[in-house]
């Protein structure tokens, strides 16, 4: 099943189930996705139901502005070569995953053009397959981890590298606002399973990343472990398992995103997350 956040025609928010080439809107008797989120069986639809063609909706990101949205870095090995930062191969009981935040404002839905800010020039691309979270909880084991997912979805989660590097935290980097893209919807995890995804990146077609989460240093379930362990997941929350080689900072020359590109994160199982790249508007610094 996929859930969703879109905007309808009439310019309403609405949420639901997409099926097949129409969305199903649920926000009238439903209270909100949370509620999807946490009991997937809350998406049944009735015939009373609104409908909307996929083609006239916009997608929202499938995230509340409470989220939590926390992402790995350097989780894939290559890519953590490709940095010139070393990461572990395999885990060891002194390794931790690198982790840093997102605000819920930095990402656009699918379909929506992210931004490139006047001041921080060098958006790079980073396509990610991301978990949601459907079953709170803190602590949680590792060896259960995976029960507390709601679902899986695609991240654009990008980067603006000049700004990123200003110190050794990434905070200033990740942050910007409309500058990820994450969507279109979220797979239930009972499409899923256990089963490994692989992460394809397309910058104007052409593949620039490429791998699958079995070669994750730290896979889902340890991240979950391990952000629980510090913070209580709530349901909703989103937890981003890191980003392959290919990204345009390691390239030679450099090559970062431009005004015009059209960037897919493809997860399989899951779908294509595609967005553009715009300049943000002129302002008078009013």
Known sequence: MRLARFTRPDGREGFGVVDGEQVVDLAARV???????ADPAAAATADGD??????????????????????AGLNFSTHAAETAHGAPTTRTATDHPTLFT???????????AVVRGPEGGQLDWEGE??????????????????????????MAENSVRDWQLHSGQAVAGK???ASGALGPWVVTADEIGDKALTVTTRLNGDVVQHDTTDHLTFPAAALI??????????????IALGTPQGVGFRQDPPRFLRPGDEVEVEVDLVGVL????VDAPATDGS
């Open 31 to 37: 209270p909100s996705l949370l509620t999807l989120l």
């Open 50 to 71: 609104p409908r909307f063609a996929v083609a006239d909706v916009r997608w929202l990101p499938p995230v509340t502005d409470a989220a939590k949205i926390v992402c």
């Open 102 to 112: 997102r605000f819920p404002d930095s990402f656009v839905g699918a379909g929506e």
């Open 129 to 154: 397959a991301a978990l949601v979270i459907g079953t709170p909880g803190r602590r949680i084991p590792e060896a259960s981890a995976l029960e507390h997912v709601a679902g899986w979805t695609c």
């Open 175 to 177: 942050n910007w606002e």
């Open 225 to 238: 472990a391990y952000v629980s362990t510090f913070t209580s997941l709530r349901t909703g929350d989103v």
């Open 274 to 277: 595609r967005h553009a790249v």
